[in-house]
């Protein structure tokens, strides 16, 4: 099992180019499934991505990978069910069921796994498609064997939450639907922009309107189309974050810093230095970070769930009190514990994280509790003083192409050991003096 070995005292500095935004690709490959021939473009090579190439072969289509181009080229037939390894794989993975049920009228999966964000229910996914006319029925424990024996039916839907997830499958499962499907308190993330950019590339009939009501005018099939992913916010967030953290610079390019402007907004409070271009970010950290403020995470426009864990590593080393208010998911806050064991003083009641910052975290043994709280965890760990080992690293790998090796290409000393862990927890094995490993 892999493991970082962290030095500590870190101080970020350089520019990084970040890649294609890991949600954003997970429903473009799921939608493919309906699609014509495609070449995406900027597709991230993550594990969580190649779970989705998996799925979509598995489903009937051939899938070829040339760097960060992918080639989908859609074959005859193909499974309507998905393998409870690749569902169990990622929660993302029931953005393919809408795409299932509209190719072949039926569809069987086991309910999804991915990273544990205290509930994550399906329920607003299977009402609309309920509505859309499809029948579902739980088998055994936790088998949906969905049919749709008339096809699916365009209709109009409120949701009673922006769920991304359920946003996207709506949108995949109504573009071949017949008639027209209306959402209004739909999802506005951009990575649901680009699934709509990508569809209508394809021949699909989607608009969004200015209160957010997206329409789908459903259309008999789609061809194919090369299409570019966008740049992935949460990771330029992360680098941003990295540079604030351990008073460095940072320059991340390729990105689309309309994307960037509240995690920049709570950065720049904190008084960092930010300078945007049409396509890339510099930030330049203090020598100590002020308090951040009351941080509230929202569905887009506002402050994103996916950036609360590194912002909070962010807080945990600044000057004051900063407040956390996590809205979206309950049992959020798992990297905390993780944060403690650094000296981190937080206070967490329900959905409330309270940081009072200290002045300097210390290292330590530190685990992956999920994908962003293992880059907190991260970067946490590069600001403190002394060396640091950090386990369950294989969550990261889910949403960051070579992590730290883009954070070492940036000046910070962390390395990537893939021998076994033995357990030794001592801090020679942190400093690499003597390796345990
Ligand atoms: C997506 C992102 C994830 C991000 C989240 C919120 C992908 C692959 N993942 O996850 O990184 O953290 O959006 O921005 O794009 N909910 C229900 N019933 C449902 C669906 C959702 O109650 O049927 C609840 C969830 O439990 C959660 C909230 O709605 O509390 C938000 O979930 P949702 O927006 O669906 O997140 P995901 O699509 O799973």
Redesign the pocket.
């Known amino acids: 099992m892999a493991v970082y070995i962290v030095g500590g005292k870190s101080r970020i500095g350089g520019s990084v180019r970040i890649h294609g935004a890991k ?1 954003a690709a ?1 429903p473009i490959l799921a939608a493919a499934v309906i699609c014509g021939d495609c070449v995406i473009e900027n597709c991230p090579d993550l594990t969580d991505v190649a779970v989705a190439l998996d799925i979509l072969q598995h489903l009937g289509c051939r899938v070829v990978r040339e760097g960060g181009t992918v080639y989908t080229h859609r074959l005859e037939g193909g499974d309507h069910c998905i393998p409870d390894a690749l569902m169990s794989a990622m ?2 993975s029931i953005v393919f069921l809408g795409g299932i049920i509209a190719r072949h009228g039926k569809a069987e999966v086991t309910l999804p796994g991915g990273c544990e964000l205290g ?7 299977l009402a609309a498609l309920r509505r859309m006319g499809v029948r579902i029925r739980e088998k055994g424990s936790g088998t949906l064997v969905c049919s749709a024996p008339r096809g699916l039916q365009g209709t109009e839907l409120a949701l009673p ?1 922006p ?4 946003t996207e499958n709506i949108i995949i499962a109504a573009v071949t639907a017949r008639g027209t499907t209306r959402i209004t308190g739909a ?1 506005r ?1 951009p ?1 649901i922009r680009d699934l709509i950019a990508f569809l209508n590339g394809c021949g699909a009939q989607i608009t969004c309107g200015v209160d957010g009501t997206i329409t789908i005018q459903g259309v008999e099939k789609l061809h194919g189309v090369t299409h570019r992913v966008i740049p992935d916010r949460i990771a330029a967030g992360t680098f941003l974050c990295a540079a604030a953290i351990t008073g460095g610079s940072v320059e991340v390019q390729d990105v689309n810093p309309g994307h960037l402007l509240s995690t920049l907004a709570y950065l720049n409070n904190a008084g960092c230095s930010v300078t945007t271009r049409i396509d890339s970010v510099l930030l330049r950290g203090p020598e100590r970070l002020n308090e951040l403020g009351i941080v509230k995470t929202l569905p887009y426009p506002g402050f ?3 950036m609360q864990a590194v912002l909070m590593a962010a807080a945990a080393g600044a000057k004051g009190t900063s407040v956390f208010v996590e809205n ?2 309950d049992g959020r806050y798992r990297h905390v514990s993780e944060l403690l064991k650094l000296g981190a003083d937080i206070r967490v009641l329900d959905r409330v994280a309270v940081v009072t910052g200290v002045p300097e975290l210390h290292g330590g043994q530190l685990r992956c509790t999920d994908l962003r709280g293992g880059a907190a965890v991260v970067l946490a760990a590069l600001s403190a003083q002394g060396p640091s080992v950090i386990r369950e690293i294989r969550h990261i790998d889910r949403g960051y192409e070579d992590f730290s090796g883009s954070l070492r290409a940036l000046g910070a000393d962390i390395r990537r050991e893939e021998a076994e862990w033995n357990g030794n927890t001592d801090q020679s094995a942190a400093s690499g003096d003597e390796k345990k490993l």
Request: aromatic share 8%; charged share 30%; glycine share 4%.
């Open positions: 949600n997970l929660r993302s509930k994550r229910p399906i329920d607003i996914h939450f769920s991304v997830g359920a999802a993330e990575e994103p769930t996916d979206i998911f």
